[in-house]
């Protein structure tokens, strides 16, 4: 697993649509049902080259640059594996070479779970499938609505649960929630 970067977060509990009894809030990688902090980050060009943050530091300037109140978000910290899945199979990845990377690394962390994200772009994370596309009524996951291993949720990508969700490719994340320094 390779550091990636960190996000902001506001959590929300299990949608009433998503009919996997044992969710009961969602800490998926994607912004689609869990909101990030701020909606459109993109053009601030204040992301690392995975198209997230370095450091909590970063997150808080960009909400007091944009007058965005931080009270009730939780603060994540991201690391992938170093492959992506895709039609072809595994491959390698890399960051965007023309934005800097510099992760700092957080003090301690919590393993919430692992998630798999979609990168139909190549750039920021599209859709989380365990929640998004509702997978994890099938698929076993945790309270949060993630794979409790990297083991699980590397074999279900490999034996095709995956197929026919949202468009590939696929990159595995290990989800920390980090404290706020």
């Not at 970067?5 to 912004?31: Q, T």
């Not at 007058?67 to 978000?73: E, R, T």
């Not at 170093?82 to 992760?103: N, V, Y």
């Not at 074999?155 to 468009?167: A, Q, W």
């Amino acid at each position: 697993m390779i550091p990636v970067d960190y996000m902001a977060k506001r959590i929300c509990g299990s949608p009433d649509w998503l009919k996997a009894l044992n969710v009961v809030d969602i800490y998926s990688v994607s912004a689609c049902i869990s909101e990030y902090f701020i909606n459109d980050y993109i053009p601030l060009w204040k992301h690392n080259g995975f198209w997230l943050f370095d450091s909590p530091v970063i997150i808080r300037a960009v909400a007091q640059e944009n007058s965005i109140d931080l009270d009730g978000c939780s603060l994540f910290y991201y690391e992938a594996h170093e492959l992506e899945f895709a039609e072809e199979g595994w491959r390698p990845f890399s960051p965007e070479p023309s934005l800097p990377t510099s992760i700092v690394q957080p003090a301690q962390k919590r393993l919430e779970g692992f998630d798999v994200v979609t990168f139909e772009v190549g750039r920021s994370p599209d859709c989380s499938p365990l929640s998004c596309n509702g997978l994890a009524e099938e698929l076993r996951t945790n309270s949060h609505c993630l794979f409790e291993s990297f083991y699980e949720a590397e074999t279900s990508l490999g034996s095709g649960e995956f197929r026919g969700c949202e468009p590939g490719p696929y990159r595995i994340f290990a989800v920390y929630s980090v404290d706020w320094p």
